[in-house]
């Protein structure tokens, strides 16, 4: 092997060694190494909230919360004994009479503040939304307004829903997995909590006619909840959570953002973590004999990351980037859905569905200009930037898809789509842009579809 190559793997593994080093070397005040030395802390935690706490096949309680206290605990050497909850209101009352010490799967609420403290935030996810399949995308929690929004009791994301949106009807339920099973049976109209709590339930649960319906602006950020008295204590993990590195949060998370765990998971452990050194090795063996080859796929990698796969058009996250572009520029958006495109997967099935999906795409790259930017903003509904265009010319482009659309030969049967228009007004942000055309859009609907509507006609 190249001796460049030795001595630059060499290191990089150096490196590594002195940073994760340096977190054994967090000085404490001689109060806080007494109370480590003298105090056996004990933590209370819950099964409920997948997949920040959660048991698996052995009932252990395992998930992100527990990767993230064992990880500190570790560091700090922090002795302590941990126990389950079933009921969350009553892990809230044993840390309130001093019965236990600790929590590990909250965040801050100013409401607990009489008898708990809080440590700084470890990790923060979105709130987000679960709806039934065949519902529209939720740009905002403003959507959810005079509608039934199950929640679990006294939940964080309940709690922050609330104050900002006071008009929702929310329905209190024990826990998100029966929230998600009132919304299934169609009992409500959303379901809300953390996105990956979201994800995980629907997935694990088998809820194939839910979906993630959009995210709110607001973020849980999550915390250790300690009785009020145990000050050292918050002092002490908050030093250990100002060392956590960005690869120990990836880590955590990622195990639990892509893999299921079963009863083999925690058994490929340590395969899993000698298979990602061994990786990381080859990808540097790669840069260097290889790096035209690295560059090529790299780009294709990008690519991947900013495409929808079926449609090979924009994917959501890159439209987004792009009306953040061009957000103070002159533009209009044209919002389209296919018309009862649940029926035709009912009915001629889901390849079928697909079919049409790929073929709506390509008439709509075919019939469009080069300066528009045309994506998948989500199931049957199409994004269509049209820059330097104004909502009138931006009209006529939407009954002239239309009419493409209507008179093709799909084969199965006529397939129709129906627009929503909306121009960008300097008084504008881009969700009300987007609003505009929704609404615009959903009004086509209820005029009968297969028509253009303008959301300044509205």
């Not at 990089?12 to 806080?32: C, M, R, W």
Request: with cysteine; proline share 2%.
């Amino acid at each position: 092997m190249n001796k460049k190559i030795v001595i630059f793997i060499f290191l990089i593994l150096y490196n590594f060694l002195i940073a994760n080093d340096s977190v054994n070397h967090i000085q404490l005040t001689p109060k806080e190494d007494k109370f480590l030395k003298e105090t056996k802390i004990k933590v209370i935690i819950s099964d409920k909230w997948a997949p920040i706490s959660i048991k698996n096949d052995e009932k252990e309680v395992v998930g992100i919360a527990i990767d993230f206290w064992n990880l500190i605990k570790e560091r700090a050497n922090i002795n302590s004994e941990i126990k389950n909850s079933e009921d969350w209101n009553l892990l809230l009352n044993s840390i309130k009479n001093k019965e236990n010490d600790i929590t590990i799967s909250t965040s801050y609420d100013k409401n607990k503040l009489s008898y708990a403290i809080f440590t700084d935030p470890y990790i923060s996810f979105p709130i987000a939304f679960a709806t039934l399949f065949n519902k529209r995308f939720i740009p905002d929690a403003s959507f959810l307004e005079n509608k039934k929004v199950a929640v679990g009791d006294n939940f964080s994301a309940y709690n922050i829903l609330k104050e900002h949106y006071p008009k929702i009807n929310f329905v209190i339920v024990k826990n998100t997995k029966e929230a998600l099973e009132l919304l299934s049976a169609g009992k409500v109209d959303a379901a809300v909590d953390i996105l990956p709590s979201l994800a995980h339930l629907i997935s694990v649960n088998g809820y194939y006619n839910l979906k993630i319906a959009g995210t709110s602006k607001y973020e849980v950020p999550i915390s250790f909840m300690i009785r009020k008295d145990y000050k050292l204590l918050q002092s002490i993990i908050n030093k250990y959570i100002a060392q956590l590195s960005q690869e120990d949060k990836n880590n955590i998370i990622k195990q639990w953002l892509v893999v299921k765990f079963d009863k083999s998971s925690q058994s490929y452990k340590y395969i899993i973590q000698i298979s990602l050194v061994i990786l990381i090795l080859l990808i540097i063996l790669f840069y260097f004999f290889k790096q035209k080859d690295l560059k090529r796929y790299n780009k294709e990698l990008k690519k991947l990351a900013i495409t929808d796969t079926l449609t090979e058009l924009h994917n959501r996250r890159k439209l987004d980037e792009l009306l953040n572009k061009i957000k103070n520029k002159k533009f209009s958006l044209i919002l389209l859905d296919i018309d009862h495109f649940k029926e035709i997967n009912d009915t001629y099935g889901h390849l079928e569905g697909d079919k049409v999906l790929i073929t709506i795409s390509k008439l709509l790259k075919e019939n469009l200009n080069k300066n528009d930017e045309i994506g998948r903003w989500g199931g049957e509904e199409f994004l269509i930037i049209c820059k330097n265009t104004t909502e009138k010319e931006a009209s006529i482009i939407s009954l002239r898809l239309k009419n493409i659309i209507e008179n093709h030969d799909f084969k199965i049967r006529k397939i129709t789509a129906s627009f929503g228009v909306s121009e960008a007004k300097k008084n504008l942000d881009i969700k009300d842009i987007l609003s505009n055309a929704d609404i615009a859009l959903y009004k086509a609907k209820e005029l009968g579809r297969n028509q253009v509507v303008l959301g300044s006609s509205l």
